[in-house]
């Protein structure tokens, strides 16, 4: 248990770091690295205070023990140093495991300030622990800052809700267990310590055996690492952490395991995830793949437990029927549905959890559905503890369901017969759309758009009142003039408008793609490619209709068009909609305009930042040839119909485009456009690192750095200068390799270029919490339109 003077001290060492040091997941790695330091110190301490030798600092790193960096004769300057070549020299200290090695390759202080660096140690200094495990639950709380980064739509599990699941799930001491997508390695943790609880007599043989059974993948090294830390910290000697891609990586697919508990990502990159071809169902969402991937990896008697998006329960699109038609037939026993602010303040996804298990799913007709309204903690940002907890009373219902194999139907649990839910059309795992009522109505009336609107068909100008100088009306033809739903400045006017649609009107793209939807600011002419839908009834809200229509672009179709898909005017009047009172469509109204000014203030601060770096006269300019090796030499194109499909990325001119099966490539290495139009455009980055097992064709070239810092600080610069003396080639831009040898490159000493690194990383950081704060949003706004839908009864 975390003792307060701990937590203190971690929280002191935070607020220590935060000046030079901002970013949170930065935060955890130096606290990390300064606990590992002193923790071998003390252990070689220990080891001399009983006629031992010590073990970790010996031989040419006895000058980095801990009681040297405080020796008081030292000058703030000469600590930094020495502090700073302990922690990058570690890495090949032979006498430290091979897992303390690992944790200090590549670290490095990122600040020169003696001062920060003195309070910060002093502070480490004060941490007392008499074993690891009680070094482990320290750990444990300083992971929980890592929710505030959210990468790749992460983010870390409460604990209570990880206890939860494992309770459910009741891992046995002689099963193997498996997280892929194991971030900090919480729900390894909880079911070890779980098995322990409930085998308190285990010989230290048993022990031992017993945490040779856990796995966890990941596909961020440094959530490998936190992990690999985590695990040894609460006793795992030889913690089995892999950097793996479950999703595009099949080298571990025939491993089988009894029990697997997961967290999975909900974010899937733009253009979707490029599996490899052994899933059975053909996906390009993470949570899907992820929750395919878990269900067909359980041994025969396997159960699991896992957090999904509220797009599993129920998504229209066929990957995710697919994926519930399989659950329900072979796996899924119970699905939990927590409440929207679980995550808070990451997150306001509403995620559910399914539980899975081939025997009982077997013998049991029912999936239990059990809704936890409150979870022992409020929704708000600061999630403060509160009474009244579900947990309690779920877990006794799905336990209860267990043993007699039928759920106690009441007020949070139902089961539905996996035939009812089979014959529905979409296969929903909602649970309240099967909740029967003595009285089925709906809540609000259902309208048609044509009884509330009026609908205008768009219909071009004559083509001789066309004009590019703004003259007469601005003249918008369809989707193609969308950006993220929002119309673009006009290319062209017409002085003669043959269809007009009005502020506040909203136009609807009719045209491959049938549905988008957007508000018009101002008077603009509409041609084929749009039609205008005007409230004509004081019934509706243009705003509320407006963001209605927004939540159905995916499932808006219609039913003409040969060459491409279209809808006409009577299809869009006969589109139904959901109509509450005025006064509750003003209320949402006000809640969605406020989250889409949040999601548009967010995305104009990531339009507009670009890293910069102050130049020093006094730094010397070397040519980028001369400080860096050039590998073009190495690279291979292949022809589009000549690649073999794998899981490594394929790398052009402007990032990855497609993905392979082989490399010839392995390490880090900075890529820069060799040639095309975006060398002169700028409209994304020319100079981008790459790490690992990578094919390059010979559109980009292939840079490598003696030293990580300058890799990345090349790459900042290049991005943020004008090269257009080095392209030649009007047509096709190009930009030769003797070209690019010839670049200067301002270049400060090693640390300071560290340091900026780590500033522009911190900037980084506030770009991506941007982005996060925009995602979030966005799924408020997807949160608040289903509760619109969901006060609609479909029984």
């Avoid at 993948?217 to 992990?227: E, H, K, N, T």
């Avoid at 506040?504 to 508000?519: E, F, K, Q, T, Y």
């Avoid at 005017?569 to 009172?581: D, H, M, S, V, Y």
Wanted: aromatic share 8%; proline share 6%; with cysteine.
């Amino acid at each position: 248990m975390l003792d307060a003077e701990t937590k203190a001290r971690i929280d002191s060492a935070r607020d220590i770091l935060v000046g030079k040091v901002p970013d949170p997941k930065s935060q955890v790695e130096q606290i990390t690295i300064a606990l590992i330091y002193k923790f071998m110190d003390d252990m070689d301490r220990q080891s001399e205070e009983l006629d031992g030798k010590a073990t970790f600092f010996t031989g040419e790193f006895k000058k980095y023990r801990w009681a040297n960096l405080l020796d008081k004769r030292l000058g703030g300057h000469e600590r930094l140093l020495l502090y700073a070549e302990g922690i990058e020299k570690m890495n090949v200290n032979k006498n430290i495991p091979q897992l303390f090695r690992d944790i200090f390759k590549g670290v490095f202080l990122p600040y020169r300030d003696p001062e920060t660096l003195n309070l910060f140690l002093k502070e480490i200094d004060g941490f007392t622990y008499d074993h690891s495990e009680r070094l482990g639950d320290a750990y444990e709380y300083l992971l929980n800052i890592l929710g505030t980064q959210g990468d790749a739509g992460q983010f870390r599990t409460p604990r209570h809700i990880i206890d939860f699941i494992v309770a459910i799930v009741g891992p046995q001491k002689h099963e193997t267990v498996l997280n892929p997508a194991c971030g900090t390695a919480g729900f390894l943790i909880s079911a070890y310590k779980h098995i322990l609880k409930q085998n308190e007599s285990l010989t230290p043989d048993e022990r031992a055996r017993l945490m040779t059974n856990f796995r966890g993948y990941d596909i961020a090294p440094d959530m490998v690492r936190l992990s690999r830390v985590n695990m040894y910290l609460h006793g795992f000697p030889n913690p089995v952490i892999h950097e793996y891609d479950a999703l595009t990586s099949d080298e571990r697919w025939d491993e089988r395991y009894d029990v697997m508990m997961a967290n999975p990502p909900f974010m899937t990159p733009k253009g979707g995830i490029r599996p490899h071809n052994r899933f059975s169902i053909k996906a390009k969402r993470s949570e899907v793949l992820f929750v395919d991937y878990i269900a067909e990896h359980l041994n025969p008697g396997g159960r699991a437990g896992i957090i999904v998006p509220e797009g599993i329960i129920f998504q229209s699109q066929n990957a995710y029927k697919a994926l519930r038609n399989m659950l329900i037939e072979n796996y899924i026993w119970a699905v939990v549905s927590l409440p929207a602010g679980v995550f808070n303040p990451y997150s306001g996804v509403k995620t559910s959890i399914l539980f899975l298990d081939r025997n009982l799913a077997r013998r049991t007709d029912d999936v239990v559905f059990v809704k936890v309204e409150n979870d022992g903690f409020d929704l708000g940002a600061q999630r403060r503890p509160i009474k009244g907890s579900d947990l309690t009373a779920a877990l006794k219902i799905l336990d209860d369901h267990k043993k007699a194999q039928k759920a106690q139907e009441g007020k949070m649990a139902l089961a539905v017969s996996r035939k009812r839910l089979l014959k529905s059309g979409d296969v929903n795992l909602s649970g309240d759309r099967y909740r029967e009522t003595a009285a089925v109505q709906s809540k609000w009336p259902m309208v048609k758009l044509g009884e509330v609107c009026e609908v205008i068909s768009g219909q071009s100008p004559d083509g001789a009142t066309y004009n590019d100088r703004g003259e007469g009306m601005p003249f918008h033809q369809g989707k193609t003039e969308f950006t993220d739903c929002v119309l673009e400045p006009a290319k062209s006017w017409t002085t003669a408008p043959a269809r007009i649609a009005e502020p506040h009107d909203i136009v609807m793209s009719v045209r491959a793609p049938v549905g988008p939807v957007n508000l018009v600011t101002q008077r603009i002419c509409i041609g084929r490619g749009l039609a205008a839908i005007r409230p004509i009834n004081s019934k509706i809200e243009e705003l509320f209709l407006f963001f209605v229509l927004r939540g159905m672009e995916d499932s808006i179709t219609g039913s003409h068009g040969a060459a491409f898909a279209s809808i006409n005017r009577k299809e869009i009047e006969a589109i139904e909609i959901p109509l509450p009172p005025l006064e509750i469509q003003r209320q949402m109204v006000a809640e969605l305009d406020g989250y889409r000014k949040v999601i548009e203030g967010a995305r104009q601060v990531i339009a507009n930042y670009k890293p910069t770096i102050k130049i020093d006269p006094e730094w010397p300019i070397k040519e980028l040839g001369l400080i860096c090796e050039n590998l073009d030499g190495k690279r291979i194109p292949i022809e589009k119909g000549q690649r073999k499909p794998g899981s490594h990325p394929y790398y052009g001119a402007s990032g990855i485009v497609d993905y392979v099966d082989g490399f010839i490539f392995d390490g880090d290495y900075l890529l820069l456009s060799e040639d095309g139009a975006n060398l002169l455009a700028r409209s994304t980055p020319i100079a981008f690192s790459v790490t690992g097992k990578v094919w390059v064709n010979n559109h980009a070239h292939v840079l490598q750095f003696k030293d990580d810092a300058t890799r990345r600080f090349v790459e900042d610069y290049i991005n943020g200068i004008v090269i257009e003396d080095y392209v030649t080639g009007a047509a096709q831009p190009k930009l030769s390799q003797a070209n690019m040898n010839l670049i200067p490159i301002p270049l400060p000493p090693l640390a300071i270029q560290r340091q900026i690194v780590a500033e522009i990383e911190a900037e980084r950081a506030l770009l991506e919490a941007n982005r996060k704060l925009a995602e979030l949003f966005e799924k408020r706004v997807q949160s608040k339109l289903a509760e619109i839908w969901g006060g609609h009864d479909e029984n």
